[in-house]
Nanobody, 118 residues
């Protein structure tokens, strides 16, 4: 089992910056990708960014060049640095972990609310 706890979501003005954190614990050896997803009201959950154990990253087109995903050396905390925030970035942001065994994001955090005011 893996537990994920997000933090850092707040109300911020458009154009501002914010860093989200995801603290992971448990059987991290079973995990090969960590990711951030978001869900806005009335919309489906969507990918924001992924990072693998090897450090490879990928981003949704809507956040490229504005958001950066990273992880600490121990690979137990994942960050999402968000710059040049827009009102359309308003959503609940979720941390997720993908298991080697299933290839799926089987573990999810409880989410943290990010609100960007115009």
């Amino acid at each position: 089992q893996v537990q994920l706890v997000e933090s850092g979501g707040v109300l911020v003005q458009a154009g501002g910056s914010l860093r989200l954190s995801c603290a992971a614990s448990g059987s991290m050896c079973s995990i090969y990708t960590m990711g951030w997803y978001r869900q806005a009201p009335g919309k489906q959950r969507e990918l924001v960014a992924h990072i693998t154990t090897g450090g490879s990253t990928n981003y949704a087109d809507s956040v490229k060049d504005r958001f950066t995903i990273s992880r600490d050396a121990a690979k137990i905390t994942v960050y999402l640095q968000m710059n040049s925030l827009k009102p359309e970035d308003t959503a609940v942001y979720y941390c997720a972990a993908r298991r080697w065994a299933t290839g799926k994001f089987d573990y999810w955090g409880q989410g943290t609310q990010v609100t960007v005011s115009s």
